[in-house]
């Protein structure tokens, strides 16, 4: 079955920061992957999607992630946070061809101090 | 151009009330998805439909859970006899077509209280 591990349940970083955020997921075949934010007391908005291509994805609001298909990771990146991007950050994969849900990790609680 | 509208945002049952989320797919979309998110917990898919079809359900409780998409309206998803369990967030995707690549745009959710 597929399944999608995200390694840090809570980060605590200072304005200006570098920030990283480890996805690794479990699917031997070609996926599609994708990160998702929510901010406090709003819906999921996408950030960013990998289909194929180029495996560096740059996303909104200066978020990128890369894909590394030997580690089955796809680890979302910013060079610098601000507070605004306190929010809760989702990792998603789905099986390329197959129909429907995406299988989503617990999530990564991310805390900007200002 | 109105995302996923969901409604109610909030709602609040008795134990053993009926709950009905409703879930109106953007502009175009004719693939909906449910989930639901326990707390401190990631989103779990429940069920995904087209219109008039259930397409897959396998992420849905056996009991008291079941989902439509009608020809016309909103897609419903019900829940019967509610426990205090079924509190929980619950999200609906929806997306251009289901297969290959494509994404699912969400929308705001429904919070549902069991008391």
């Known amino acids: 079955a597929q399944s999608v591990s995200q390694h840090n349940h809570h980060v605590i970083l200072s304005e200006a920061a570098s920030l990283e955020l480890g996805c690794n997921y479990s699917?031997?075949?070609?996926?599609?992957l994708f990160w998702y934010v929510q901010y406090p007391g709003q819906h999921l908005q996408l950030l960013l999607k990998?289909?194929?291509?180029?495996?560096l994805v740059k996303g909104i609001k200066g978020f990128e992630a890369e894909f590394i298909k030997s580690k089955f990771s796809f680890n979302l990146r910013k060079p610098s946070v601000q507070w605004s991007d306190t929010a809760e950050y989702f990792c998603?994969?789905?099986?390329?061809?197959?129909?429907?849900?995406?299988?989503f990790g617990k999530g990564t609680k991310l805390s900007v101090k200002p | 151009n109105a995302g996923v509208m969901q409604n109610p945002r909030h709602l609040v049952r008795r134990r053993g009330q009926e709950a009905r989320l409703r879930c109106s797919p953007m502009?175009?979309?004719?693939?909906v998805y449910w989930y639901r998110q326990l707390p401190e917990e990631g989103l779990k898919f429940m069920v995904y439909?087209?219109?008039?079809?259930?397409?897959?359900e396998s992420g849905m409780p056996k009991e008291r859970f079941s989902a439509e998409f009608p020809k016309e309206g909103p897609s419903i998803l019900r829940i019967q006899q509610v426990v205090r369990g079924d509190s929980a967030a619950y999200f609906c995707?929806?997306?251009?077509?289901?297969?290959?690549?494509?994404?699912?745009?969400f929308g705001p959710g429904t919070r549902l209280t069991v008391t």
């Open positions: 995707a929806s997306s251009r077509t289901g297969t290959g690549v494509y994404e699912q745009y």
């Open positions: 699917y031997g075949g070609t996926v599609n």
């Open positions: 990998y289909f194929s291509g180029d495996p």
């Open positions: 998603a994969v789905n099986a390329r061809g197959s129909q429907g849900n995406l299988i």
């Open positions: 502009k175009g979309h004719s693939h």
């Open positions: 439909l087209q219109k008039e079809n259930i397409i897959d």
